[in-house]
């Protein structure tokens, strides 16, 4: 049977109180706490049905380490893997920029969680191109995941048009200054002469296995 589906009431009350103050980024909750939490008249209860949530798997505890009482992986609920289909433009120059025509290449379906974002509609990849961008761990071959009509800020990595060619580079903003920089010192910053379009905005990155 279940671990739990054989959690009492109250051992069930217990572990919930943990996943909560767990998830608000606060340490497990002592036995006296816990005692004190559920007006036990001693230490001696909130011990017990400690014991009982170990021996059930509910908890676990590195021992001889303090306060390190924790949810144990299997008890929380498992989330089944949500994917997404992110249409890919091409590639995009981390590198000099280039004059390019993007046309969807391909669909990537990517899972949600190992990404952490959530697309959107406006959610768009690219395949990196040259090595302008290793200073934000960004290689050749690598997908970045972008969004469109998204405000930058200073210091996001950006897919920008200059002067008419694409590139991929981080914006920097100083006063009334706006330009691009490359992430590696063999490139010089590029300064707009006429115009600067923001095409999408960096969120996230996937790294495929090379054959």
């Known amino acids: 049977m279940d671990s739990m589906a054989q959690l009492t009431k109250t051992q069930e009350s217990i572990r919930a109180f943990i996943g909560k103050e767990m998830a608000a980024g606060r340490l497990c ?9 559920f007006n036990f008249k001693s230490h001696n209860a909130a011990n017990s049905h400690i014991e009982a949530l170990l021996r059930k798997g ?3 505890v590195d021992a001889g380490k303090a306060r390190s009482l924790r949810l144990a992986e299997d008890a929380r609920p498992i989330q089944p893997p949500t994917f997404v289909d992110i249409p890919l433009f091409g590639s995009i120059p981390a590198g000099f920029a280039e004059e390019r025509e993007q046309a969807v290449d391909e669909w990537i379906r990517v899972d949600v969680a190992t990404i952490n974002y959530r697309p959107t509609p406006k959610t768009f990849a690219l395949q990196a ?3 302008s961008m290793i200073g934000r761990h960004i290689c050749s071959g690598d997908v970045v995941i972008c969004e469109r009509d998204r405000e930058p800020r ?6 920008a048009m200059i002067d008419g060619k694409t590139t991929l580079k ?8 706006t330009y691009l920089k490359a992430e590696n010192p ?3 910053d590029m300064i707009p002469s006429e115009e600067l379009v923001i095409q999408g905005v960096y969120c ?8």
Request: glycine share 4%; hydrophobic share 40%; charged share 30%.
């Open 29 to 37: 909750p002592s036995r006296r706490e816990i005692a004190e939490h």
């Open 58 to 60: 509910v908890l676990v």
């Open 129 to 131: 191109a040259g090595d």
């Open 154 to 159: 200073n210091n996001d990595i950006v897919v």
């Open 170 to 177: 981080t914006f920097i903003q100083k006063g009334r200054k």
């Open 186 to 188: 063999k490139y010089p």
């Open 204 to 211: 996230a990155l996937i790294r495929r296995a090379k054959a």
